[in-house]
Structures are given as structure tokens and as C-alpha cells.
């Protein structure tokens, strides 16, 4: 007997509708592997449809007075609120994850976050007026940039959306957002609850697969693109974008590394570093996946945390003793495996190292040791719940072994030293430095990194200043 599945829509112009062509994809469930919804496969006439929306609501939101957008995106955080049930079991069925993690880790930042940008609405300003040159008066501007098209990742659905629609909409922008083809339902019902607050066009969500992305992206409308993703889908995004030249706002891969020096509280360190490390599977760009350990205490560490690992539990949402659920799907498990499968004859699987059950994407929580620099599981980004451990003698080596990269995104350091954790804060290349802990975010303080993890800031007032622009006014006093 074969159940019906949940049928998602766009969400254009304050409605919702199937892709024009009627095309459609099946949307897995990672914790069963079963199809649950289907969702639009949505192309150019959607994209064209969803995009004139937004233009053509653009001029309306712009000129609101900003306590006016503070107003509406007050109104959707306390609308996240009081829905909070709904958007978790939404976002459980599109990632697998804890019942009980999704709704203390996930909807307080998120109402939090929006409630930020609410009043980051009302610093739409620019510097004060003055004289530069005799007789005429100089006023600078801040103003939205337009439409932006978004496409948020399938590792943090909603969480991600929140990171890419509040800033954009307190600015005074409108939006046309993508989720992934793998987790749409948080976003749709989102655009429900967001559309019962903003006018038509002013939010609007298109779903589909990665040539609706790119059709997005290279869609003369927006004046931004914005995308959290893997570096191939940035590099792909500034390359599309750079033919109009439109903005680019790109949060891509990460590989942290996790410094700890021998006078650390060594306990201390393994417990966090191992939750830091295996929270969300390790599906986070920012997560304590690599870590650096001095060579005085390497093995102590490493048994510490392979128990640390083996204490650690993955599993169905509903059962509150996991840690963390599946992978989000299938060709995330085989790159998972493919990284252990390829491991060098001189690495040493301490703890995991295997798929948990045949039901699901779950896999181990997985300690890897005596790895080189140049193994491939150092170098690229596993995205999965995989902590590798390395050996330095000093700091003049843990800081090379840290930077040796392509990513760019988050690190951490662990010492009781002060000097020495603000020589390393310095000397590590990346856009976060934790000391003695990792991964803990607040609205407040930008996120964002350099070389192959992308440009452009989330959060804080440096992402809300991401979505507007600056323009000169001079006057004549004569």
C-alpha cells in the first residue's frame, strides 16, 4: 500500500504554485531514506516569475520608513515563536536531526537573529553631513541594494535562511531564496508564516535543483547574489555573477583546525572538541573537525577522545540520548565513506570508521590518527562526523599545519597561556578564532571567512552592511 506524498509549492508574488511545467522531485527523509513530499523542480519561468515579483515590490518596501520593517520582522520572530512545533517537525523531516536539539539549538538563534536585524533596521544611515569643499555639503546614503537571490544549504535549512532573508529585508531589499533540493519543507512553510507579515513579492521561495540555482544567478533582475554552499558552487556563482557584475556574498566550505597546546585543561577540551566535532554529524562548515595536538600529550588526547567517540551516540529524532542524526543524504554518506575507504596505510581509525544500521544516512562518530599534512583528509572539507588528529612540536608548526589550507572559515585555540592564545589569535589565517572553546555564535559578531571559504559576512552589523550600498550626495550652499 503505498502512501501519498506531501505536495510543496513555490511560494510567488504571496501565493503558492506549482513549477509552471509541472516538473516535480521526491524529497528523502535521511533518517528512513523514504521519500516524504515532493517539491518543485522549478526553471526559467518560475525563476522570471518569482524574480519580477520581487522587483516589482522592491520600490514599496525600500521607501517604508525602517520602524516599519522592524515592525514585520518583529512580527515573524514572534510568529517563529509561537510555530516554533511546526517548523521543527518540518525541519526534521528534511534533516534527521534530534527533536529536542532542533528546538533548544536551533529556534532561539534563529527569533534571536531576526530580532537582531529588526533593529539593525532602523541603522540604515549614513556619516554625518559636512563641508569638504568650500561651499557645497556632502551627505552619504546607505541604501538596499535591490533584489538578491539566495540559496541556502541543506546542513542548517532554516537556520541558514534566517542568516541570508532577515539582514536582507531589515536592509530594505526583497528576496527570491532557494533551499536545497534536499531540504525545502522548513523553507516553504517559512514563506507561509514570512508572507502572512510582508506584502506580496517581498519574500518569495523558489525550489528546485542546481540549474534553478544557476538560472537565479544569472537572472538579470537581482542586483546580489548570496549562497552558503560547497567552494565548486561559490567559485561557480562568482564566475555567473561576474557577467553582470552583480554582487556576490559567498559562505562556503571549511576545514577549522583545533589547536591544543600541552598546558590545556585536557578533559575540558575533549569534551567540547568532541561535541563541537560530531554536533549536527559534522555537517557544519565551522565544525572542530581537524585537530592539532601537542606532541607531549598526542596520545593521551587521542585515547581521551576515541572514548569520547565511542561514548557518543547517533540515532533516530525522537530518541533524546543521540547527539546527533544522519547525514542528509545518500551521496553525502558515500563521500563520508569514500574519505575513510581512501584513508593512507600510516592512518589509524581509533573509533567509527563505518556506517551505523542499513536504514537511514547514519554513520559513526569517527577518530582518525597519524595523518600528514598532505593527506587528502586533512586538506579537503569530509562534512561529516569525522575528527582527524595531528601531531606539532611547537607553535611555530601548529600555526603552519593550521594555515596549510584551502579554507579559511574557524579555528580554535586551547591554553591557559594569554600570550600565547593572542600570538596564535594573530597569526591564524581565518575569520573566527575561538579560545578554549568552539563554535558558539551570537547575532552580534560577524561570520565570515578568507581564501576558498568565501567572502562577504553573516550576522552583525557587518552582514547587514553586506546588503545595502553607499551613495554620495553633494550639495551647493550657494
Aim: net charge negative; glycine share 8%.
Amino acid at each position: 500500500m503505498s502512501t501519498e506524498l506531501r505536495r510543496l509549492r513555490n511560494y510567488i508574488n504571496g501565493e503558492f504554485r506549482d513549477a509552471a511545467d509541472g516538473r516535480t522531485t521526491e524529497v528523502i527523509n535521511p533518517a528512513t531514506g523514504e521519500a516524504y513530499a515532493v517539491a518543485p523542480l522549478s526553471g526559467q519561468a518560475d525563476v522570471d516569475a518569482a524574480m519580477k515579483a520581487a522587483a516589482d515590490a522592491f520600490p514599496a518596501w525600500r521607501d517604508l520608513v525602517p520602524a516599519e520593517r522592524q515592525k514585520a520582522l518583529l512580527k515573524i520572530a514572534d510568529a517563529f515563536e509561537e510555530r516554533a512545533e511546526e517548523l521543527i517537525a518540518a525541519e526534521v523531516e528534511n534533516t534527521g536531526k534530534p527533536i529536542g536539539l532542533t528546538r533548544s539549538e536551533e529556534i532561539p538563534p534563529m527569533v534571536d537573529q531576526i530580532r537582531f536585524f529588526a533593529g539593525a533596521a532602523r541603522m540604515l544611515e549614513g556619516r554625518a553631513a559636512g563641508e569638504y569643499m568650500e561651499g557645497l555639503t556632502s551627505i552619504v546614503r546607505r541604501e538596499p541594494v535591490g533584489v538578491c537571490a539566495q540559496v541556502a544549504p541543506w546542513n542548517y535549512p532554516m537556520m541558514m535562511a534566517v542568516w541570508k532573508f532577515a539582514p536582507a529585508l531589515a536592509a530594505g531589499n526583497t528576496v527570491v531564496l532557494k533551499p536545497s533540493d534536499t531540504t525545502p519543507a522548513s523553507t516553504v512553510l517559512m514563506a507561509e508564516i514570512i508572507g502572512s507579515v510582508v506584502p506580496p513579492g517581498v519574500f518569495n521561495v523558489v525550489t528546485g535543483d542546481r540549474d534553478t540555482g544557476r538560472m537565479m544567478v544569472e537572472h538579470p533582475t537581482p542586483a546580489m547574489a548570496s549562497i552558503t554552499g560547497s567552494v565548486r558552487a561559490g567559485m561557480q556563482v562568482a564566475e555567473s555573477a561576474a557577467k553582470d557584475l552583480k554582487r556576490v556574498h559567498l559562505e562556503l566550505g571549511g576545514k577549522a583546525p583545533v589547536v591544543v597546546f600541552e598546558d590545556t585543561d585536557l578533559a575540558k577540551a575533549v569534551e567540547d572538541i568532541s561535541v563541537a566535532g560530531f554536533f549536527n554529524a559534522g555537517q557544519d562548515c565551522t565544525a572542530a573537525t581537524r585537530v592539532l595536538v601537542h606532541e607531549s600529550i598526542h596520545d593521551e588526547f587521542v585515547t581521551a577522545l576515541a572514548k569520547a567517540a565511542a561514548d557518543t551516540k547517533t540515532g533516530l529524532p525522537d530518541d533524546e540520548d543521540v547527539l546527533y542524526g544522519p547525514l542528509n543524504n545518500a551521496n553525502q554518506l558515500a563521500q563520508v565513506s569514500g574519505f575513510i575507504d581512501r584513508l593512507p596505510a600510516h592512518a589509524k581509525v581509533e573509533a567509527g570508521g563505518h556506517r551505523v544500521g542499513e536504514k537511514g544516512y547514519f554513520y559513526a562518530p569517527t577518530v582518525v590518527s597519524g595523518l600528514k599534512q598532505d593527506d587528502e583528509i586533512i586538506q579537503k572539507e569530509v562534512f561529516g562526523p569525522v575528527i582527524t588528529v595531528q601531531s606539532f612540536t611547537d607553535e611555530a608548526q601548529a600555526v603552519t599545519y593550521a594555515n596549510g589550507v584551502e579554507y579559511a572559515l574557524a579555528s580554535s585555540v586551547w591554553t591557559k597561556d594569554h600570550s600565547r592564545a593572542m600570538r596564535m589569535s594573530k597569526a591564524l589565517d581565518f575569520g573566527c578564532v575561538w579560545i578554549n572553546t568552539h563554535i558558539p555564535l551570537v547575532a552580534e559578531m560577524p561570520h565570515g571567512g578568507f581564501k576558498k571559504s568565501g567572502y562577504g559576512k553573516d550576522l552583525s552589523a557587518y552582514g547587514f552592511d553586506d546588503y545595502t550600498r553607499i551613495k554620495h550626495v553633494m550639495t551647493s550652499l550657494d
